[in-house]
């Protein structure tokens, strides 16, 4: 019996995952983003003022990846970090102005690679779809709970 990736489920999700990350990264690019800043500028849109630490688990990244990403951002004048006035070890990440003019432009992008990937797709299906995915989701994180 062989494997037949075009009927793994994990394939055919991350192959749509890439797909979204491309639609997406071709409509931010012109404007000084990438897809990697995408989910850490998002965060900071709903609530600034994180620890690195927090944007890692809340984004669910890796230490090393998530200190790359906002070094590249704060190169980028996206971000600044500010000095914890409780713990002076820790930085409290903080959108630059720039970053913050960014939120409409860049999630009106999300919003049109959205709509392209599910043209022709029902308000019923795209609710099915996330309700499904969500429980994907749940799934998966508690398979990683269990095999700590």
């Known amino acids: 019996m062989s494997f037949d990736r075009q009927q793994s489920h994990g394939y055919v999700v991350n ?8 639609a ?6 012109p404007h ?27 984004l669910a990244v890796e230490q090393p990846t998530m200190a790359n990403t906002l070094k590249r951002m704060e190169r980028d004048a996206l971000i600044q970090r500010v000095p914890d006035p409780e713990d002076r070890r820790q930085s409290r990440i ?40 969500r429980r994907i989701i749940r799934n998966l994180e508690q398979d990683a709970g269990d095999a700590t």
Do not use: M, Y
Not at 24 to 29: M, V
Not at 32 to 58: K, R, S, Y
Not at 104 to 127: F, I, K, Q
């Open 32 to 58: 000084g983003a990438t897809t990697g800043q995408f989910p850490v500028l998002l965060a900071l849109w709903e609530h600034e003022g994180v620890t690195q630490t927090q944007l890692a688990e809340n």
């Open 24 to 29: 997406l990264f071709r409509r931010i690019k």
């Open 94 to 133: 903080h959108l630059t102005p720039h970053g913050r003019e960014l939120e409409e432009v860049l999630t009106g992008c999300a919003d049109d690679a959205n709509a392209a990937a599910l043209a022709g797709l029902s308000p019923e299906e795209r609710d099915t779809f996330l309700a499904l995915a």
């Open 15 to 22: 192959h749509l995952a890439r797909c979204f990350a491309q």
